[in-house]
């Protein structure tokens, strides 16, 4: 199917508003370097102090903090911000000592499917086609890389396209044949686009097969890809029990990635021998209880779990609002067309830690630099290989000020304390440390994000601050860390009427900027009618593999304002005579996408010109 926005067939369908109308959607003081007393505030004295203590042995390395983009589409609609305000938002994402300064970026493998709010294309649509410069993640790597040419990149499918099963629905069928796809992403992400692909995953959520695991290792090492690392499998606990009783799937695997683990581990996987990660995590609303959830997950998945690497879902917040898990990312940019975006609580909580640590640190063991405060709250202490820098993280996050989307949190309390904070080992003689703090506020007024405080100041190895409630600090010897701004952007608006979209300043293969595809992929090719251009092409020819609940038929892509009325919607289409579908339609007021899309409801006309019918209904 052609499809192209345009002014040729017009669709009055405001008539019939009334028949859908039913489904409309209806500062604190601070001291010297010589005080010792930081902070301090009266409290109860509990008499309690913490102790970091590298000479007593040091704990897991520290594999870094990430974000991922993708799973699916959801940085979709940034590709379309002005270069000068897109540029703002990648430094805050990516930019070494600005704002969240990512250690990791995971992205989707493109699979065609719907993978949350939206679908991402394959490099291959078929076993014939190959195609390097689809979608958009190859420019976000290498936005990222751009910025930090250090940042670990990670590769992760949450479908694959039909022909990979074979006649199922199931991609491991031929593990050759699904290992030797994925590894072409990886090689086209080198060759094509001078990325390194450091990890690759399974597929996300979904069954794992260990004969493709196994399979997948020994083609990387045989492509000479021997340092691309496998993480599996991105979902949940089982597949542990499996790496403990297979000598040959603990060799294949690199780490066990995990999702949403709640900040704990089970006692069998901690004693694995194997680094855990949580491979996915937060996936919560981004304001101060989601900046609340960051930072006490950032600092307990290790207290609690081991979890030597944590990377949110999602990147960035840029997809339109009826989709699933608005504003989930670690900030938002949803306006292309006004450049307005927001920079939220959770780029300041990652960047407690990302700012002052490097991958291939090592954390301190658990009750030497490591450990639960003693009136609630966490601490993380961190080294280098040389042990010739410390970073220490403290947060005070109370339990309904940072609940997660996911899993439940089991209730706790935290107060506020006086700690005292004893050095030994390598820097027992560390005279002072610098301090960075952020308070989220819940009182109505302003949260104090990423503040650089007076140092605090150390005397025979010991220093005594304050810590209140739904609080953050680093501590540190780093000294490059940095808030970066930039004005502040445009205001919002709403999205631009009268629209219109002629494609003709794309590439082929490109898919349109601001056109969300929820079923199928629609991208730019030529037109075979002289009277067109540029038009774009729906472009899925057979059932994908994904994990939606039922299988997803009718392709469908949203754009604008599903609040609409009064709108008027014009298209130019052409149905190819060879593999051509029966019917296209244009719809109103769509109040769903993702996987239950096609349980939505709007005003739909369809159109099928073979039988010279049309039809006006309230969903598909």
């Avoid at 990670?154 to 991609?171: A, D, E, I, K, V």
């Avoid at 819940?442 to 140092?455: H, I, Q, W, Y």
Wanted: hydrophobic share 35%.
């Amino acid at each position: 199917m052609e499809f192209k926005l345009g002014t040729a067939l017009s669709l009055l369908f405001l008539q019939i508003v009334e028949i859908c109308a039913s489904f409309d959607q209806k500062e604190f003081s601070i001291y010297s370097v010589q005080s010792e007393a930081h902070f301090l505030k009266r409290v109860p004295s509990n008499g309690k102090s913490i102790t970091v203590d590298d000479s007593q042995g040091l704990g897991r390395l520290f594999e870094g903090v990430g974000a991922i983009s993708g799973g699916g589409a959801t940085s979709k609609l940034l590709v379309n911000y002005e270069e000068k305000l897109r540029d703002q938002i990648l430094d805050y994402l990516f930019k070494p000592n600005f704002g969240a300064s990512l250690q990791i970026l995971k992205v989707e493998i493109g699979g065609d499917v719907q993978s949350t709010d939206g679908t991402e294309a394959s490099h291959m649509h078929s076993s014939w086609d190959e195609n390097y410069h689809r979608g958009y993640e190859w420019w976000v790597m290498k936005e990222a890389k751009k910025r930090n040419p250090n940042i670990k990149l990670y590769g992760l499918p949450w479908g694959f396209p039909g022909w990979l099963g074979q006649g199922t629905l199931s991609p491991y069928v031929a593990p050759e044949v699904t290992a030797n796809y994925v590894i072409k992403w990886i090689s086209g992400a080198k060759k094509v686009h001078n990325l390194t692909i450091d990890f690759v995953g399974i597929w996300n959520e979904y069954k794992y097969n260990i004969t493709y695991i196994k399979t997948l290792r020994e083609m990387l090492d045989l492509r000479g890809y021997e340092k691309t690392m496998v993480i599996a499998s991105d979902g949940y606990w089982g597949i542990v029990q499996d790496v403990e009783k297979d000598e040959g799937l603990a060799a294949a695997i690199y780490a066990i990635g995990v999702h949403y683990p709640g900040t704990n581990s089970p006692s069998d996987a901690k004693n694995l021998g194997k680094t855990l990660w949580a491979s996915e995590d937060y996936s919560t609303f981004n304001d101060e209880v989601g900046g609340g959830c960051w930072a006490r997950t950032l600092n307990q998945n290790y207290v609690n779990g081991l979890l030597t690497s944590t990377i949110a879902w999602n990147l960035i917040g840029s997809y339109y609002e009826n989709l699933p898990w608005f504003r989930s990312g670690l900030m938002t940019a949803v306006q292309p067309w006004s450049g307005h975006y927001n920079v939220t609580t959770p780029i300041w909580m990652t960047a407690h830690t990302t700012q002052f640590t490097s991958i291939g640190w090592n954390y301190f063991s658990h009750g030497n630099g490591v450990g639960k405060l003693p009136k609630g709250g966490s601490y993380v202490s961190l080294t280098n290989e040389a042990k010739d820098q410390l970073t220490i993280v403290i947060e005070t996050m109370t339990h309904d000020h940072s609940l997660c989307v996911r899993p439940a949190l089991p209730p706790y309390d935290v107060y506020p304390q006086n700690i005292t904070i004893t050095l030994k080992g390598s820097f027992a003689n560390l005279p002072h440390m610098n301090v960075w703090y952020s308070k989220l506020d819940f009182s109505g007024t302003e949260d104090r994000m990423f503040v650089k405080k007076k140092p605090l100041g150390f005397k025979n190895g010991q220093a005594t601050l304050y810590l209140g409630l739904d609080e953050i600090l680093t501590l540190t010897t780093i000294t490059t860390g940095n808030k970066g701004s930039y004005q502040q952007p445009p205001e919002p608006q709403s999205f631009p009427l009268p629209y219109k979209d002629d494609f003709e300043g794309l590439q082929i293969s490109q898919e349109p900027y601001n056109l969300v595809a929820q079923v199928g992929r629609f991208e730019v090719v030529k037109s075979q009618d002289a009277s067109h251009g540029l038009v774009i092409r729906q472009t899925v020819l057979q059932q994908p593999i994904e994990s939606c609940p039922w299988p997803l038929k009718f392709p469908i892509a949203i754009i604008g304002n599903y609040k609409w009325t009064d709108i008027a919607v014009e298209v130019d289409f052409e149905i190819p005579r060879v593999n051509g579908t029966t019917g296209v339609f244009v719809a109103a007021r769509v109040d769903k996408g993702s996987c239950p899309v096609q349980t939505a409801q709007g005003i739909f006309f369809s159109v099928f010109p073979k039988s010279g019918k049309f039809m006006v209904s309230c969903d598909l």
